[in-house]
């Protein structure tokens, strides 16, 4: 079968890696003509809502998935009415817009920081007033690796706040003071079988993913999984769906879910007995779910920007290259690297020896 | 980089799907339409001596490859006039020749089964008054998986075994009474640096391999090393290659090699640290090897002729199913599916379960 990808970046690249080996073959729309994705599938090349590129799409294959939530809820529809499109557009529609996303958390009993929406600078300075200082402001939609994004400390002058987020619809929430970020990747497949693999902790630096951690056996799995399932169910989920949660002790806190495959997961491709790729594949096609538990310890770090000597990371043993294909540019993601180890001290050592190529 | 591919078929994919995440892309020359590397690369669909498709390949390629060793001798080197190919001609030509081959595994100290040059049905029967019955009579070129071979018992017409390989140059080669057939998957790259995977325990059937069983530990690893280095540094090799050796007690005698990744060493995608693939793009791009050690253990089983039931594949937790795009019929190679366990007991279970569904 043929799977149609909306987006042809890093995600559609790696699905498509993962899908060959299922027997599939692959289409992406997407309009940059240097598309990660398009030397190993067959790239129709335009707007994500060009009516004639998805009637390709829509010919061509039996299914259809995307890799970026901000994908038009236009085209999802279109296409919707002649092949099924998974994730499900209701979920799409939910995780895109922050405010959307944060209320189903709580109404499905998921923790949150204290959030309240904002309309303009008036609605903004009651919400200050509400919820306290520090805070963050972040647009509703189209926010993705910190864009959209402006913290509010006491004293900041709220109006600039407002006019450096484009003046757009919004939310202020409470900034947590969080142990550690965590996520989840949770998949469900058309008949609904559910899988989790272990939680990852995340680290970002300026708003961008930089190190995801597998953490076999962490006491927090059990909430993160319970919370990930209460959202599956709720939303008839179909594929793969990452929640990012703030941990602060006992307690995590959702903060944003993806409906897609996420970069937190990128460690499952060696780390763990099935790749988060494969599993959307499977989820989608409503084929059994493979295994998630760990392979060893394993952890992915982010290629930002510009490529390191990667004949000096490939001397390193037990690391695993991934580049996408990309022309290297500031604060962009060219690539990544999975490190998996026999045991949590060597993977440690190991991250050492490769922070220090970066 | 762009590396050409000599041949589309499997091998072609994997190495393509191998490559990606490198950073490489992929050109194969190869004359069928619906070529398994075809949806993943860059299909000149052409003939391997084409010189029009050959000229394409050298203009867009950084480098050339192969995947069959019958590939014409003509068309290597006239791309190696213009730029790298790996494994070198020199390797290429031996290993296409069965008499070639052996001569040279004797001249390097490595033990083969006795064999004789024959050319026509004169020389046929003084060969076989040489070595003995039971004995296999084997085209010299063109060979493989079981075809162009006859075996020859006492009582046979040897006219007719001479007609039935097509009269064409041969060897006699007395049958050995082996305990086990096993291979060796060894690479080298450009600048010497060599590994080797742990052996694997191969059962054919009807000439074609059915399963390949990583032997983590075997006894007869140093001589299997010991024996590929020979041939590596003797044929100043570059890329993959594998031996596959007849084990009688202690003793090894080889059969034959392959200038190529190689059906019995796919068990190592997700059962060595680095997979075949990934180690002859990096031993041909002169970039350090990867780790060869197991991962678990392993085995890998052919799909030949028909598909099982994927589904029921897929839902064996700790397997990997890899379908090559290509139709289904009688003998053909169409897919593999690999288990990985932590156990040689869970592995040989799993096995098992997995016959069943063939």
Redesign the interface.
């Known amino acids: 079968m043929k799977i149609g990808i909306l987006g042809g970046g890093q995600l559609a ?1 790696m699905l ?2 993962a899908g ?4 599939l ?2 289409m992406v729309l997407e309009p940059a003509a240097d598309a990660c994705a398009g ?4 790239h129709v090349t335009a707007a994500y809502d060009d009516p004639e590129g998805l009637e390709k799409l829509a010919a061509a294959c039996g299914l259809v998935t995307y890799e970026f939530e901000s994908v038009p809820a236009a085209a999802v529809e279109r296409l919707g009415l002649s092949l099924p499109v998974f994730p499900p557009a209701g979920a799409l529609a939910t995780a895109r817009d922050r405010n959307h996303e944060k209320t189903l958390f709580n109404e499905l009993g998921i923790e949150t920081a204290p959030f309240v929406e904002v309309h303009d600078l008036r609605t903004l300075k009651k919400a200050v007033a509400q919820i306290g200082l520090p805070a963050i402001l972040k647009t509703r939609t189209l926010g993705y690796d910190g864009k959209g994004q402006q913290v509010i400390r006491s004293g900041d002058d709220l109006q600039a706040k407002w006019v450096a987020i484009g003046e757009v619809p919004a939310i202020l929430e409470g900034l947590v003071d969080f142990d550690r970020e965590v996520s989840i990747i949770a998949v469900r497949s058309v008949s609904g079988e559910m899988a989790f693999y272990p939680l990852a902790e995340n680290v970002h630096h300026e708003g961008i993913l930089r190190l995801s951690t597998c953490l076999p056996d962490d006491s927090h799995q059990p909430l993160a999984e319970d919370y990930a399932r209460r959202v599956l169910k709720h939303m008839d989920y179909v594929g793969v769906l990452a929640i990012e949660f703030f941990q602060v002790g006992s307690h995590l806190l959702a903060n944003e879910m993806a409906p897609r495959v996420h970069n937190s997961g990128h460690w499952t491709i060696e780390g763990a ?2 790749s988060q790729f494969e599993n959307h594949l ?1 989820a989608i096609l409503d ?2 779910l ?2 998630t538990a760990p ?2 310890h394993a952890a992915m770090v982010n290629l930002i920007g510009e490529l390191p000597d ?2 000096a990371v ?2 390193l ?2 690391t ?4 996408y ?1 990309k022309m290297p540019r500031a604060g962009r993601k060219i ?1 990544h690297v999975t490190v ?1 180890e026999d045991s949590e001290r060597a993977l440690q050592a190991r991250l050492a020896q490769l922070q220090d190529l970066m």
């Open positions: 690249r498509a890696l060959y080996p299922l027997g073959d692959f030397p190993l599938s067959e007995q099935t499977r084929l059994p493979g295994g392979v060893g990667t004949s490939l001397q043993k037990n695993h290259l991934h580049l294909g690539g998996r």
